[in-house]
């Protein structure tokens, strides 16, 4: 029979040594994913009494990784809506609790998603088992303004059921991960162990590989420093407020979107991508700045009608519109208005998003949807940002310098091991990485609670 696994290694052999010692701790495993959180607690010499887990891809590879040896006295626990017990003696329980219905990609449903009601299940269980301590991992989204409701009502249930409870929002990138990834950590700590309200989050690590310092065949491209700009260069003088912590006000971009709903210099517009006149890029970059004007209409972008076009542009003549649809750029509505065809944001163009170059010093959030983001495989140094979207459509778009992010890129931008053996069918295994915790974060939290518990 085939394995739907990855065939590079087939197995993981546990040395003798490792499976004789004496563990420091034990840990039940929930949600267990592919087993990010094993990873991390194994490694600060956790032994897992029993997991959790109920999509079977997921299992066949958690098993594929941590169930080649002998392990008699491990649990499947199966669905955890099922679980009425868990072994005894336990020190700590883990679990990255479904987050889809606290994200926006989940629709922000909350506790009215019936994966969001998987907390009562978490919370039963640690009430029963009375663990020293849990970790549960989350969406960012959790701890957003809109969920914070929800967010102290699950506090509050863990800290009624007799536990000290800390939460903190901790991203990828300060633990040693080039990864954008935000994600809640709750902790928790039993009232009646010493030491109990002296749990810390960890500190970021102030180690920063880029994307290429971890991803194998880009580790020949020499990192060049970048000019720094002032902001009339970059923004028109005016430094947009969307910004993140990782894009430099006085530099480059180290990625590039592709919409015609949005402008910036790092920006690809289907009309910088399909042969345009100066005059049409004109016109549609008169619809880019008037479309989201409250005059034409409510709603965040607004279709204009060729009236509404004369009244900015004079001498505009209706062939002009045509034309542009006719090259695939604006469509008609049902009410004669002219609309982008790439009229979604995150759509992007030609089926990209976005494109992050090699130096970059950061990748967006891995997800388990899947996204449009590609890695360039060559770099591009510039002195202004009209030469940089030059270089970028010359020497990577136009000659597919590029590559789809794949599940090898996702395993180390997970922070999980080398010889981690994952699904074979990379779409699989990508969304796998995307559902799962990132490993080094994990570590660092899952330490600083064992020596709170004095395990």
Same mark, same amino acid.
């Given at each position: 029979?085939? %394995?739907?696994?990855?065939?590079?290694?087939?197995?993981?052999?546990?040395?003798?040594? &490792?499976?004789?010692?004496?563990?420091?701790?034990?840990?039940?495993?929930?949600?267990?994913?592919?087993?990010?959180?094993?990873?991390?607690?194994?490694?600060?010499?956790?032994?897992?009494?029993?997991?959790?887990?109920?999509?079977?891809?997921?299992?066949?590879?958690?098993?594929?990784?941590? =169930?080649?040896?002998?392990?008699?006295?491990?649990?499947?626990?199966?669905?955890?809506?099922?679980?009425?017990?868990?072994?005894?003696?336990?020190?700590?329980?883990?679990?990255?609790?479904?987050?889809?219905?606290?994200?926006?990609?989940? #629709?922000?449903?909350?506790?009215?998603? *019936?994966?969001?009601?998987?907390?009562?299940?978490?919370?039963?269980?640690?009430?029963?088992?009375? @663990?020293?301590?849990?970790?549960?991992?989350?969406?960012?989204?959790?701890?957003? @303004?809109?969920?914070?409701?929800?967010?102290?009502?699950?506090?509050?249930?863990?800290?009624?059921?007799?536990?000290?409870?800390?939460?903190?929002?901790?991203?990828?990138?300060?633990?040693?991960? @080039?990864?954008?990834?935000?994600?809640?950590?709750?902790?928790?700590?039993?009232?009646?162990?010493?030491?109990?309200?002296?749990?810390?989050?960890?500190?970021?690590? #102030?180690?920063?590989?880029?994307?290429?310092?971890?991803?194998?065949?880009?580790?020949?491209?020499?990192?060049?420093?970048?000019?720094?700009?002032?902001? $009339?260069?970059?923004?028109?003088?005016?430094?947009?407020?969307?910004?993140?912590?990782?894009?430099?006000?006085?530099?480059?971009?180290?990625?590039?979107?592709?919409?015609?709903?949005? #402008?910036?210099?790092?920006?690809?517009?289907?009309?910088?991508?399909?042969?345009?006149?100066?005059?049409?890029? =004109?016109?549609?970059? %008169?619809? &880019?700045?008037?479309?989201?004007?409250?005059?034409?209409?409510?709603? $965040?972008?607004?279709?204009?009608?060729?009236?509404?076009?004369?009244?900015?542009?004079?001498?505009?003549?209706?062939?002009?519109?045509?034309?542009?649809?006719?090259?695939?750029?604006?469509?008609?509505?049902?009410? *004669?208005?002219?609309?982008?065809?790439?009229?979604?944001?995150?759509?992007?163009?030609? #089926?990209?998003?976005?494109?992050?170059? @090699? %130096?970059?010093?950061?990748?967006?959030?891995? %997800?388990?949807?899947?996204?449009?983001?590609?890695?360039?495989?060559?770099?591009?140094?510039?002195?202004?940002?009209?030469?940089?979207?030059?270089?970028?459509?010359?020497?990577?778009?136009?000659?597919?310098?590029?590559?789809?992010?794949?599940?090898?890129?996702?395993?180390?931008?997970?922070?999980?091991? *080398?010889?981690?053996?994952? *699904?074979?069918?990379?779409?699989?295994?990508?969304?796998?990485?995307?559902?799962?915790?990132?490993?080094?974060?994990?570590?660092?939290?899952?330490?600083?609670?064992?020596?709170?518990?004095?395990?």
């Amino acid at each position: 029979m085939k %394995t739907i696994l990855s065939t590079t290694p087939k197995q993981i052999e546990l040395p003798l040594n &490792l499976l004789t010692t004496k563990h420091k701790f034990t840990f039940i495993d929930l949600f267990a994913g592919i087993g990010g959180f094993r990873i991390a607690l194994e490694k600060l010499g956790g032994k897992c009494l029993g997991y959790s887990e109920i999509d079977k891809q997921a299992i066949q590879v958690y098993k594929q990784n941590f =169930m080649s040896y002998l392990n008699t006295d491990e649990i499947d626990l199966g669905d955890i809506t099922k679980i009425s017990e868990l072994p005894p003696h336990i020190d700590i329980i883990v679990g990255g609790v479904p987050c889809q219905p606290w994200s926006v990609a989940g #629709n922000l449903k909350g506790f009215e998603d *019936h994966r969001g009601k998987l907390w009562f299940d978490v919370i039963r269980l640690v009430k029963k088992t009375q @663990p020293q301590g849990f970790i549960f991992e989350n969406v960012s989204g959790l701890a957003s @303004p809109k969920n914070r409701d929800n967010l102290e009502l699950i506090i509050n249930e863990l800290t009624n059921i007799g536990y000290f409870v800390k939460w903190q929002v901790l991203n990828a990138y300060d633990f040693g991960l @080039p990864q954008n990834r935000d994600r809640i950590f709750i902790v928790g700590i039993r009232k009646d162990t010493e030491k109990k309200a002296d749990y810390q989050f960890p500190q970021p690590l #102030n180690i920063h590989p880029k994307v290429l310092d971890i991803l194998e065949e880009f580790k020949h491209i020499q990192v060049v420093e970048k000019v720094k700009l002032d902001a $009339d260069t970059l923004f028109n003088g005016i430094v947009p407020p969307s910004r993140t912590r990782f894009q430099k006000d006085d530099e480059l971009n180290d990625f590039f979107i592709f919409s015609d709903l949005r #402008n910036g210099h790092t920006t690809i517009h289907s009309w910088e991508i399909i042969k345009t006149t100066d005059r049409e890029k =004109m016109i549609c970059l %008169t619809l &880019l700045k008037y479309r989201r004007s409250k005059k034409y209409g409510e709603k $965040d972008g607004n279709p204009l009608s060729f009236e509404n076009f004369r009244e900015i542009i004079t001498d505009i003549d209706i062939s002009e519109l045509n034309t542009l649809v006719d090259k695939g750029i604006l469509r008609l509505t049902v009410d *004669h208005k002219y609309e982008f065809v790439n009229s979604k944001n995150m759509t992007g163009i030609n #089926n990209i998003y976005r494109i992050i170059l @090699p %130096t970059a010093d950061i990748f967006p959030t891995l %997800t388990a949807t899947g996204s449009k983001d590609y890695i360039a495989t060559v770099a591009i140094y510039a002195s202004n940002p009209q030469e940089y979207k030059n270089l970028f459509l010359e020497k990577i778009y136009h000659p597919k310098k590029y590559i789809p992010i794949t599940a090898k890129h996702a395993c180390k931008l997970q922070g999980f091991p *080398h010889d981690f053996a994952y *699904h074979k069918k990379d779409e699989v295994a990508k969304k796998q990485f995307g559902n799962a915790v990132p490993v080094p974060v994990v570590e660092y939290v899952a330490k600083e609670l064992i020596k709170i518990i004095s395990i």
